[in-house]
């Protein structure tokens, strides 16, 4: 079965530095992938997408996320974090020829401290 | 390019009533999806529909809910009678082909 996780339920790190939002995956098939996240009492928007071109993806905001098959991996970074990146980040993975069967990670909340 | 859109935005409601809550997908996009966001479960999803048609609703928790999408600009999730225990942040969300779910802002509702 598939399955998602995201390895930290929180994440603290200070303005100006960069984060690391880490998520493996378990899949028998080609894998999408996403991250959305979630700002406080807002639904949640899609950050960036993985479905099998260029392994390193770039999305909205300056994050960025690496596909690494061998490690099963899909770690979502930025080089310096904001303020307005506090928010809470979810990891999904989906089966390639199945739109709607998302695997949702728990999520992790991000912490700027100023 | 106007996004999902749901009403209402928050709801406040005695329990025993019923609860209307309503969701415009993105135009041409042909899948839509409610979820529910609770502290306890996270986000579950309770609905999907595809071309109008519901195709798996074995996420909605009971008789009390119900979802329609009578054409394809237009779905409502309806809880009748609502309880406490419904109380949630309801999110709607569509795609078109392979492509990512968009989501609305949700509706928070809570039953008194």
């Known amino acids: 079965a598939q399955s998602v996780t995201q390895l930290d339920s929180h994440v603290s790190v200070s303005e100006g530095t960069p984060v690391l939002l880490r998520c493996n995956y378990s899949?028998?098939?080609?894998?999408?992938l996403f991250w959305y996240v979630q700002h406080p009492n807002k639904g949640l928007q899609l950050l960036l997408k993985?479905?099998?071109?260029a392994t390193l993806v770039k999305g909205i905001n300056g994050f960025e996320a690496e596909f690494k098959k061998s490690e099963t991996s899909f770690h979502l970074t930025k080089p310096s974090a904001h303020m307005s990146d506090a928010a809470e980040y979810f990891c999904?993975?989906?089966?390639?020829?199945?739109?709607?069967?998302?695997?949702w990670g728990a999520g992790t909340k991000l912490i700027i401290k100023p | 390019d106007a996004g999902v859109i749901q009403s209402p935005r928050h709801e406040v409601t005695e329990m025993g009533q019923e609860v209307t809550l309503r969701c415009k997908p993105i135009?041409?996009?042909?899948?839509l999806f409610w979820y529910r966001q609770t502290m306890m479960r996270g986000l579950e999803l309770l609905i999907y529909?595809?071309?109008?048609?519901?195709?798996?609703d074995s996420g909605m928790p009971e008789d009390r809910f119900s979802a329609k999408m009578p054409n394809a600009s237009f779905s409502t999730l309806k809880i009748q009678p609502s309880e406490p225990r419904d109380s949630a942040v309801y999110f709607c969300?569509?795609?078109?082909?392979?492509?990512?779910?968009?989501f609305g802002d949700g509706t928070r509702l809570s039953i008194l």
């Open positions: 969300a569509s795609s078109g082909g392979r492509q990512p779910q968009h």
């Open positions: 135009s041409g996009h042909n899948s």
């Open positions: 529909f595809n071309n109008n048609v519901p195709i798996d």
């Open positions: 899949s028998s098939y080609s894998p999408s």
């Open positions: 993985y479905t099998s071109a």
């Open positions: 999904v993975v989906t089966y390639m020829d199945s739109n709607y069967q998302l695997i």
